[in-house]
C-alpha cells in the first residue's frame, strides 16, 4: 500500500505567522493533494500538483500556496495565518495511470490562534 | 458547481443489520465513485469503488450500486459489524485543470451497536 507521511502532526501557530506542512510519499505517484477537513464540510480540495514543479489551484485556494519541489515532496504554505484556517489537513497521492484512486497521509491538525 | 451531496450525516444500526447510505452528484462527466472509511482520530482509506460502466459491484460484505440516470449512487453494509462504526465518505470524479480530482461528499457518521 502507498505510504504518504505528513509533518508535523500537530501545529499550534499565532495568527499571522507562517506556516508550512509537508508531505512526503514514497511510490513514485504524480498526483498529489491537499485537502482540509471540517465539520459539515467533508474534504475539500486546496491545491493540487501532477507532477515535480507543477501545483493547480482547487475548490478553495484563497489563503494557500503550494510548491513540489520533487516527486516526492508537495507542501501546503499559509504565509499569513489566520484562525478559520484552524482545520485537520490532509494530504494524498495517486498515480496517473489509475489517478482516481488516492491514498491518504494520517492527518495535520493545525489550530491557529 | 459540480457537488456531491451525503444524504445521511448519522445512522445508527443493530450489529447484523444492514446500513445504507445514499450519495448524489450533479456533474454528469463524473465516471469514478469511490467510498472512503476513516475510524475515529485515523486517516481516510479507501474501501471500494464503482465506475460508470457498472451498476453494481460488490466486496465482502459491501455493496455500491449506481444509478446514472438519477446521478446517485449507494454504500450497503451488510451484517454490519461493530468495526464497521467509523466515518464514511462517498466522492466522485471532477476534472480539474491537467486532469482529474475528487471532490467528496460530507460524510456519514455509521454507528453499529451490539
Known amino acids: 500500500e502507498a505510504a504518504v507521511t505528513q509533518s508535523p502532526r500537530n501545529k499550534v501557530a499565532v495568527t499571522g505567522g507562517k506556516v508550512t506542512l509537508s508531505c512526503n510519499q514514497t511510490?513514485?505517484?504524480?498526483?498529489m493533494y491537499w485537502y482540509r477537513q471540517d465539520t459539515g464540510h467533508g474534504l475539500r480540495l486546496i491545491h493540487y500538483?501532477?507532477?515535480?514543479?507543477?501545483?493547480e489551484k482547487g475548490d478553495i485556494p484563497d489563503g494557500y500556496k503550494a510548491s513540489r519541489p520533487s516527486q516526492e515532496n508537495f507542501s501546503l504554505i499559509l504565509e499569513l495565518a489566520t484562525p478559520s484556517q484552524t482545520s485537520v489537513y490532509f494530504c494524498?497521492?495517486?498515480?496517473?495511470?489509475?489517478?482516481?484512486?488516492?491514498?491518504f497521509g494520517p492527518g495535520t491538525r493545525l489550530l491557529v490562534l | 458547481g459540480e457537488k456531491v451531496e451525503q444524504h445521511e450525516s448519522t445512522l445508527s444500526v443493530r450489529e447484523g443489520d444492514s446500513a445504507v447510505i445514499n450519495c448524489t452528484y450533479t456533474d454528469t462527466a463524473s465516471s469514478y465513485f469511490p467510498w472512503y472509511k476513516q475510524e475515529a482520530g485515523k486517516s481516510l482509506h479507501f474501501v471500494i469503488d464503482?465506475?460508470?460502466?457498472?451498476d453494481r459491484k460488490q466486496s465482502q460484505r459491501l455493496i455500491v450500486l449506481l444509478d446514472k440516470k438519477a446521478k446517485r449512487f449507494s454504500l450497503h453494509i451488510t451484517a454490519t459489524q461493530p468495526e464497521d462504526s467509523a466515518i464514511y465518505f462517498c466522492a466522485a470524479s471532477r476534472y480539474y485543470q491537467g486532469g482529474r480530482a475528487l471532490i467528496f461528499g460530507t460524510g456519514t457518521t455509521v454507528s453499529v451497536s451490539p
Open positions: 511510490n513514485n505517484h504524480n498526483n
Open positions: 500538483s501532477y507532477g515535480a514543479g507543477s501545483t
Open positions: 494524498a497521492s495517486g498515480d496517473a495511470v489509475h489517478q482516481d484512486t488516492q491514498y
Open positions: 464503482i465506475r460508470s460502466n457498472v
